[in-house]
């Protein structure tokens, strides 16, 4: 069944391409526009510097010092705190590529960077404040129910699953690399990090402008309903499914519970995405998807109690 949905996919597409031309056009410049304005200013100098600080090491020291405190709340080695921290502060899918680079150099299991990377891959804080708050909710919503509806559920739900992680021995994490001269490993790493960022960032372009044009032909379906468009296009590309959102004429819970629903889970863009980053690793999508969609449930419960109990 699922070698049958990419070629049935891309059929659609080419199709759509040919049929609409204009539209297609428009479907990929609106993609574009996104990637150039937020995705690749945002995020392109985390990923050299992520790449720059994983590959040098230069904060082992930093992380092995925060691990004592650090291991009482998440029982987790000392390299994998990075990407515990970084994921949340700056946003998806930096937290998967991470965890694909601490793997490749040795310094993690690939199991742990399947499990970490289902926590950190959220959207960041800014994501959150800046374009739900006040662009889909104009500040109705408060601050601290979204990003405890967004942020404790993989927290919570990760927790349970690191618990169960075995300590991962000496022997299952590889060597680092032989040391050289400072100077010499400092170029080197500084070289790889800059085309390791802007590989990563034309990976996004393309699976970006594969769910534009895939959300746009959901658009053209002549639906019955407002809320059945706005689940699925939120479910293959979240920005687009958060537009909807906004436009939806529902009350401010129902609006709540979709927006958040549709974040927590991520959306088939955000699936391709972040496999596309793990690929070294040889993660397991369908672990990744039951817990996003775990998160999705458990982030939509915390909102269903809070409005009850209001």
């Known amino acids: 069944m699922r070698k049958k949905i990419l070629p049935v996919c891309l059929a659609l597409l080419v199709l759509y391409c040919l049929l609409f031309p204009r539209q297609m056009a428009q479907s990929v410049s609106n993609g574009l526009a996104l990637w150039y304005r937020s995705i690749l200013p945002t995020l392109l100098p985390f990923c050299i510097f992520s790449n720059i600080i994983v590959r040098s090491g230069i904060y082992d020291r930093v992380f092995a010092g925060l691990f004592p405190a650090v291991r009482r709340i998440y029982p987790v080695r000392a ?48 994501f959150l404040y800046n374009y739900m708050i006040f662009g889909v909710f104009e500040g109705k919503l408060p601050a601290a129910l979204l990003f405890a509806a967004c942020y404790l559920p993989p927290l919570l739900i990760g927790r349970v699953q690191i618990s169960r992680l075995k300590k991962a021995s000496v022997s299952s994490v590889s060597e680092n690399t032989k040391t050289a001269s400072r100077s010499q490993i400092n170029m080197k790493i500084i070289d790889a990090g800059i085309m390791d960022g802007f590989t990563t960032m034309i990976k996004l372009a393309g699976y970006i402008l594969l769910s534009a044009l895939l959300a746009d032909i959901l658009k053209r379906i002549p639906w019955n309903s407002e809320l059945i468009p706005c689940i699925c296009i939120g ?64 982030g939509i419960l915390i909102l269903l109690v809070f409005f009850l109990l209001i």
């Open 235 to 298: 479910a293959m590309e979240i920005t687009n499914g958060l537009h909807h959102v906004s436009s939806l004429r529902a009350d401010l819970p129902l609006r709540a519970a979709l927006a958040v629903g549709m974040v927590n889970f991520g959306g088939i863009s955000g699936f391709l995405q972040t496999n596309a980053m793990m690929k070294s690793t040889g993660i397991h999508m369908g672990h990744y998807v039951w817990f996003k969609l775990l998160c999705s449930m458990t």
């Open 79 to 126: 390299p994998l705190i990075y990407p515990l921290i970084a994921g949340f502060l700056f946003g998806f899918p930096l937290g998967s590529k991470i965890c694909a680079d601490l793997y490749d150099t040795g310094k993690i299991t690939a199991k742990e960077a399947e499990t970490v990377c289902c926590i950190s891959n959220n959207f960041g804080p800014a």
